[in-house]
Nanobody, 123 residues
Framework: QVQLVESGGGLVQAGGSLRLSCAASGRTFSSYAMGWFRQAPGKEREFVATIGWSGGSTYYADSVKGRFTISRDDAKNTAYLQMNSLKPEDTAVYYC????????????????WGQGTQVTVSS
């Protein structure tokens, strides 16, 4: 079992930055691929970014490519999402998730989820 807790959300003006953290406890963190997803009001949850085991390959949604960076620190059992040049359309609840396999962009691949953290970008 893996428990995930997100933090770092908040209110920021357009063009600003935030860094989200996802602290994991339980099983060996380094053996999980990690992903970030988001859900805006009235919309379905969507993929944002994923990172493989031990900082392996990364993959991003086109909407965030070049602005967001996913990373992980296995010594701290934590994954991060650095978000720069934020836009109002980035407003959503952001969730981190852990996958015992290779990760990916489909939320069905992920085994464990955090409770989410709200990010609001004002124009």
């Amino acid at each position: 079992q893996v428990q995930l807790v997100e933090s770092g959300g908040g209110l920021v003006q357009a063009g600003g930055s935030l860094r989200l953290s996802c602290a994991a406890s339980g099983r060996t963190f380094s053996s999980y691929a990690m992903g970030w997803f988001r859900q805006a009001p009235g919309k379905e949850r969507e993929f944002v970014a994923t990172i493989g085991w031990s900082g392996g390959s990364t993959y991003y949604a086109d909407s965030v490519k070049g602005r967001f960076t996913i990373s992980r620190d296995d010594a701290k059992n934590t994954a991060y999402l650095q978000m720069n040049s934020l836009k109002p359309e980035d407003t959503a609840v952001y969730y981190c998730a852990a996958d015992r396999r290779a990760g990916g962009s489909w939320e069905g691949d992920y085994d464990y989820w955090g409770q989410g953290t709200q990010v609001t970008v004002s124009s």
